[in-house]
């Protein structure tokens, strides 16, 4: 599974990077291991919305389930984040990030991480 990790960089601003959870081939499709997560909520009907520079407000997977999300990290730099995709926004200090959610009546899924997980370990 390929997670985009927003996350904030030594020099305080928030950077993208591309990590992939090992998955194993099982009866009922390719799945991963558990990833320990503390709760989660749902949002439907987002309103196309965009958002200046802010942190995430708590370590969190973002999942669109309709529509999309895109992302722009303090350089520039943005990430378009799909139906199905996974956004692993760990931004929580320094200079934080743009959201756009499109379009009008959008639905994500959050998933909130627990503090001991190190998305470091996903590295390829």
């Known amino acids: ?10 020099d305080g601003q928030t ?36 958002m200046d520079f802010h942190n995430a407000p708590r370590r969190q997977f973002v999942i ?19 139906t199905g995709d996974a956004l692993l926004a760990d931004d929580v200090t320094g200079g934080g990030h743009k959201s756009r959610f499109v379009p009008d009546g959008a639905k994500m899924v959050f998933l909130t991480l627990d503090d001991d997980v190190d998305p470091a370990e996903w590295r390829a």
């Open 1 to 10: 599974m390929k997670i985009t990790w927003m996350r904030t960089g030594a």
């Open 15 to 50: 950077t993208f990077e591309d990590l992939e959870i090992a998955s194993t081939q099982r009866e009922r499709g390719v799945e991963t291991a558990v990833v320990p997560v503390s709760g989660a909520f749902f949002r439907s009907e987002q309103p196309a919305l965009d």
């Open 64 to 82: 669109p389930l309709g529509g999309e999300l895109v992302v722009e990290a303090g350089d520039g730099s943005t990430r378009r984040i799909a």
